[in-house]
């Protein structure tokens, strides 16, 4: 059974930084497509950004571009989303997760990802 645990949330400051973890488990995922996406009370899930889980190329939604950094530690099967010059409107719960299929693009829609995590709330004040 696939699981994805993603921890690192919290309260920080504006400007400050944070590192989001995703841990799976349950199987290993070679060039399937994982993506990270966030959900502020009130509004629909959001794409933030995504990577192949074997490595490669990224990608960011304009309004984290820039700030935020997808990478992975292969050894942990971890991914991880670092978060730098945080926001307000960054406030969210962050969910990470994974493609069961191969897709040649990764798709920027939560309705193409399989596996998700349970989340982790990020708050950051002003």
């Known amino acids: 059974q696939v699981q994805l645990v993603e921890s690192g949330g919290g309260l920080v400051q504006a400007g400050g930084s944070l590192r989001l973890s995703c841990a799976a488990s349950g199987r290993t995922f070679g060039s399937h497509g994982m993506g990270w996406f966030r959900q502020a009370p009130g509004k629909e899930r959001e794409f933030v950004g995504a990577m192949r889980w074997s490595g490669g190329s990224t990608y960011y939604a304009d309004s984290v571009k820039g700030r935020f950094t997808i990478s992975r530690d292969n050894a942990k099967n971890t991914i991880y989303l670092q978060m730098n010059s945080l926001k307000p409107e960054d406030t969210a719960v962050y969910y990470c997760?994974?493609?069961?299929?191969?897709?040649?693009?990764?798709?920027?829609?939560?309705?193409?990802?399989?596996?998700w995590g349970q989340g982790t709330q990020v708050t950051v004040s002003s």
């Open positions: 997760a994974v493609q069961s299929r191969l897709s040649l693009q990764l798709p920027v829609a939560s309705k193409s990802y399989d596996y």
